[in-house]
């Protein structure tokens, strides 16, 4: 069996804890490979790793610091079949998917390569007489990653391309379920100039992530998965007096204003329901159907459904993957059964052959808060419909959802796309766009219970967050004018 070993001061180590977990390949439902999954003692390694190659980096000029981000991207664009073959062959996503994720992690080095920009420090001259203040952005020394399966190697170049860039040393714990990526970009990184023991990944499971989260030696977490993970990772590792920022799950509506091209929102929905199996974070899960719109709306997304093709994500021919895997597949599926509303497409009746972790697309109709095909995060290719008569109607039921990580309207009136983005409860927003990943220079982030922590991840914000600021007051006054003088220093 296959052994995914962790990557620790610019090589592989065996795990030694003797606890492993399974990787599976969804699309046969067979095991093919097993990951190490580490013990307290094997954190405290990598943590003591990254905290001796952080003094190092970070007094790395940032012009050479750049270098190795530069090369990276190129690296990557290098082995771009390769890795999306690996996302592919653990996580399931059809190939273009795929590259899709890799080129949106891509925009995450291109930023860290013009990061010099963004550590500039203000500067103040005479601020007081003879006085002088300047600040300095500094890092703060080893900052963890923890990241879930949806995105195995997006996710982590969210995260280590600014910590990493900003002279931060990085430890990634990624998912155990699809954990090759991560050690690819690490060795990648590596290959592109990175000193060893600035980037390492350890995998493991809760008591990895428990022994990050009090370690001494960690500055800051940053957490992107499930809500309730979110919340403990928020709650412990600021106790422990962390920087963290946790982002957690979603329920992403979109409105359908009774204006919109039926046809374009029905693409749209499709497209952004199913792709990837449902299993993004910015996937839209409810439609809301406001007014005479429903019936042609839902008509126009159940006529696209029967010609989507479900298979193994390296045949090309398959527009939609497995899922990651069978529990996940199994939980899924149960909201066909019980969940609420009418179901007008199931997808269990969709036979993929084999054993892989396969599950057609459904679509339900009727659905209201307070049934659990709307409440929970399914996290799977199941999209409801929620029909309301009004505007103001839509406006409530998405800002009264727990939830707030996107949220998309499809209407060809400007005044009411305006009226939405600025009245929406939602971290980020789409008009007529379903899925409205911000670009690497913006930052991205939900609201509610999407986000815990004041910054966003990557870009700017992510800049914010791997950065500590310093400012420095300075006067070189002439010596014979010194004397003693006990008041506060004052400005005028
Ligand atoms: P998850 O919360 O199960 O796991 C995320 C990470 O936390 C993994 O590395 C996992 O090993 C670890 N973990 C799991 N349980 C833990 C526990 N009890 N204690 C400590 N650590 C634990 O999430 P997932 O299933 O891998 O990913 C899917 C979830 O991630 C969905 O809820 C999705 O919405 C969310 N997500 C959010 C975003 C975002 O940007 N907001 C992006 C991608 C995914």
Request: net charge negative; glycine share 12%; aromatic share 6%.
């Amino acid at each position: 069996m296959r052994q995914v070993e962790h990557w620790i001061g610019g090589k592989r180590v065996p795990g030694g804890s003797g606890r492993t977990g399974p990787v599976y390949d969804p699309a046969t439902g067979a095991q093919q490979a097993e990951v190490a999954l580490a013990s307290r003692d094997e954190v405290d390694e990598a943590v003591a790793v990254a905290a001796a190659a952080f003094p190092g980096w970070r007094d790395t000029p940032l012009s050479k610091r750049t270098d190795v981000f530069f090369r990276f991207r190129h690296l990557l664009e290098e082995h771009a079949g390769e890795l999306a073959a690996l996302l592919t062959g653990e996580h399931g996503k059809v190939r273009a998917d795929a590259a899709g994720e890799l080129a949106r992690g891509l925009e995450n080095v291109e930023f860290a390569c013009g990061i010099g920009h963004l550590l500039k420090g203000g500067h103040s001259e005479q601020a007081a007489t003879g006085v002088d203040v300047h600040s300095l952005r500094q890092p703060l020394g080893v900052i963890a990653g923890i990241t879930p399966f949806n995105f195995p190697a997006m996710v982590p170049l969210w995260m280590l391309a600014n910590a990493i860039a900003c002279g931060n040393a990085f430890v990634l714990k990624p998912s155990e379920k699809d954990p090759s990526p991560s050690v690819r970009l690490a060795e990648l990184l590596t290959a592109a100039g990175l000193p060893d023991g600035v980037c390492n990944v350890v995998h493991g499971d809760r008591e990895a992530v428990d022994r990050l989260l009090e370690h001494p030696d960690v500055a800051a977490i940053s957490f992107v998965g499930s809500t309730p993970v979110a919340r403990h990772v928020y709650e412990t590792g600021t106790a422990a007096g962390k920087r963290v920022q946790a982002l957690g799950g979603a329920k992403n509506h979109m409105v359908v204003l009774p204006d919109a091209d039926i046809a374009m929102a029905a693409d749209a929905a499709v497209s952004a329901a199913y792709g990837s199996a449902g299993e993004r974070c910015m996937a839209v899960s409810v439609v809301v159907a406001v007014g005479d719109v429903a019936d042609p709306l839902v008509d126009a997304i159940a006529g696209r459904l029967p010609a989507l093709q479900v298979g193994p994500g390296d045949d090309p021919a398959s527009e939609m993957g497995p899922l990651v895997t069978r529990e996940h597949r199994d939980r899924v599926a149960s909201y066909l059964e019980g969940g609420g509303g009418r179901v007008v497409v199931d997808g269990r009746e969709h036979e993929v052959p084999g054993d892989g972790f396969f599950l057609g697309v459904s679509l339900v109709d009727d659905v209201e808060p307070g049934m659990p095909v709307y409440d929970d995060e399914i996290f799977g290719p199941v999209l409801s419909v929620v029909r309301v008569a009004t505007y103001e109607d839509a406006l409530r039921l998405v800002n009264e959802n727990p939830y707030g990580n996107g949220t998309a309207i499809f209407t060809r009136d400007g005044g009411a796309a305006r009226r939405y983005q600025h009245e929406v409860v939602c971290g980020m927003v789409g008009v007529n766009v379903p899925i409205p990943v911000p670009v690497a220079y913006y930052s991205f982030g939900g609201w509610k219970a999407s986000l815990f922590g004041d910054t966003a991840v990557y870009g700017p914000s992510g800049v914010d967050f791997c950065t500590r600021t310093k400012v420095v007051t300075t006067r070189w006054p002439d010596p014979s004018t010194s004397a003693v003088d006990l008041g506060f220093p004052r400005t005028r």
